[in-house]
């Protein structure tokens, strides 16, 4: 079945300490992004990639960091630069064709926790 | 910068009654989305309806309709015959005219379905 999987579902790190989230795609999407929720915020944009080695800086990209290498993958390295990184992440794409729609797939979501 | 205010931190709704949920929103934009999304507890978060703000006539999916109220910047949503498994956290959001996708999504109420 064509989704979004996203790992680890949960991951604890020490303060200091980069962490990657994984966020896969077999839907053939060419946009993917990623935000962040965190209770009572809703959801904030951190980094978006329209297209294969092209990402921009979303509204919260301070202390993280993002590839894409491949069409299907759109890692985010959370770093120590991150002053808060407790946080729910959530990771998204959109079909081809359908980039002014607002119409985004989730995937289920990784909760990082910093000790 | 557009911003959107959901006031319902939590609501609740007797199993097959009718509940709304309210959404407000601020931006200088003529053209415009807004959406309602769904996210069930520890599942994906699904688009539930879209309303483009030039169509004067309320979307409309099954059980879902909103009431968008442009001069007011207004857009709630009726749930109709309330369903347990509608439970879950609602978000509000907005996106300008062919901005990618880049939404900006309200706080979200959390709306429980008690049989």
């Known amino acids: 079945d064509g989704g979004i999987t996203q790992s680890p579902k949960y991951l604890f790190r020490k303060e200091g300490q980069n962490v990657t989230l994984s966020c896969e795609q077999n839907?053939?999407?060419?946009?993917m992004y990623w935000y962040r929720q965190d209770p009572g915020q809703g959801l904030r944009l951190i980094y978006y990639?329209?297209?294969?080695?092209?990402?921009q800086k979303g509204d919260i990209a301070e202390g993280y960091s993002v590839s894409r290498e491949k069409k299907e993958s759109f890692p985010l390295t959370v770093t120590s630069a991150q002053k808060n990184p407790t946080a729910f992440y959530l990771c998204?794409?959109?079909?081809?064709?359908?980039?002014?729609?607002?119409?985004?797939?989730f995937g289920e979501g990784s909760r990082l926790t910093v000790l | 910068a557009q911003t959107v205010t959901q006031s319902q931190p939590e609501m609740s709704v007797q199993e097959a009654e009718t509940v709304t949920l309210s959404c407000t929103y601020d931006?200088?934009?003529?053209?415009?989305?807004l959406f309602w999304y769904k996210q069930p507890p520890s599942r994906q978060m699904i688009l539930v309806i879209r309303?483009?703000?030039?169509?004067?006539q309320n979307a409309t999916e099954n059980r879902f309709s909103v009431n968008f109220q442009k001069a007011a910047k207004s857009f709630s949503l009726k749930i109709s015959d309330s369903q347990l498994g509608d439970t879950a956290m609602y978000f509000c959001?907005?996106?300008?005219?062919?901005?990618?996708?880049?939404?900006?999504f309200g706080a979200g109420t959390i709306l429980r379905v008690k049989s």
């Open positions: 931006t200088s934009e003529n053209n415009y989305y």
């Open positions: 839907l053939n999407h060419d946009a």
């Open positions: 990639s329209q297209i294969v080695n092209d990402f």
């Open positions: 309303q483009e703000a030039y169509k004067q």
């Open positions: 959001a907005f996106m300008k005219q062919y901005d990618g996708n880049k939404l900006v």
């Open positions: 998204a794409s959109t079909a081809p064709g359908r980039i002014s729609t607002g119409e985004l797939f």
